[in-house]
């Protein structure tokens, strides 16, 4: 585990996976991301247009081709997000074809052939939670507005996914923050004559926090039954 993670954070690698859930349908999407994701691309991708180059948010329509250009594997839509301008932070590369689970499989392994591996479960969120995209609290948001079985769920995800419990808990953070600041520099200078708070001044600085993080609990508890519903005997 420790050394996936460590695969995730270090971005040397480009990952690629089916994004569309398996089966048969009018449109599948692969998607790649990292350093590579462009080049490993333009290997297989050739455009309809007499000008093949791929730019940031522009969909190309063309033909995904083996290696060796001589077998058309299918007709696709590419589209490049660059980094930091994209979901994982990263430049990512979406390859919109039909929907065949071998169609798409294919593409996957003639990316891997040419230096991709398949990405770990979750782990685009994972990426872009390492890049500053998002951080934890919006990652499982992602997840859990993936799982919504009702317009609630969905709409109580979706803001968190845009950042209405970050954006609570991120003044209380760099507030402890400030107040450990604090109590380091009384004890790194004790003896010198520098002003820090004493202990009444502490106490009084995190009595608010203290509210405030109550209040969160108590917001804890609703979300959950939102999300997991009520358990019934």
């Not at 350093?35 to 297989?44: E, K, L, N, T, V």
């Not at 970050?166 to 003896?191: C, Q, T, V, Y």
């Amino acid at each position: 585990m420790r050394e996936d993670l460590h695969k995730i954070i270090s971005g040397d690698e480009t990952v690629i996976a089916i994004s569309t859930p398996l089966g048969r349908s009018g449109v599948g999407v692969v998607r790649m991301s990292g350093r590579d994701a462009i080049g490993i691309a333009q290997r297989f991708f050739k455009s309809h247009s007499s000008n093949s180059h791929l730019e940031h948010r522009t969909a190309v329509i063309g033909t995904w081709t083996n290696e060796d250009a001589e077998q058309q594997v299918d007709e696709v839509v590419v589209t490049l997000f660059r980094a930091p301008q994209s979901y994982t932070g990263e430049d990512v590369v979406e390859i919109s074809g039909h929907g065949n689970p071998l169609i798409l499989a294919r593409i996957v392994e003639n990316a891997r052939t040419a230096g991709a591996r398949i990405a770990l479960p979750g782990e685009f969120t994972m990426r872009a939670v390492a890049h500053g995209k998002m951080d934890l609290i919006q990652a499982e948001a992602v997840r859990e507005f993936i799982e919504a079985q009702t317009e609630q769920q969905a709409k109580t995800a979706l803001r968190q996914m845009g950042g209405s419990v970050s954006n609570r808990i991120r003044p209380i953070k760099e507030k402890l923050l400030d107040i450990i600041a604090h109590l380091e520099a009384g004890i790194d200078f004790a003896e010198d004559d520098v002003d820090v708070p004493d202990n009444t001044a502490i106490v009084h600085m995190i009595h608010p926090l203290g509210e405030a993080l109550e209040n969160l609990e108590e917001t804890f508890g609703y979300g959950r039954l939102l999300v997991e519903g009520f358990r019934l005997a």
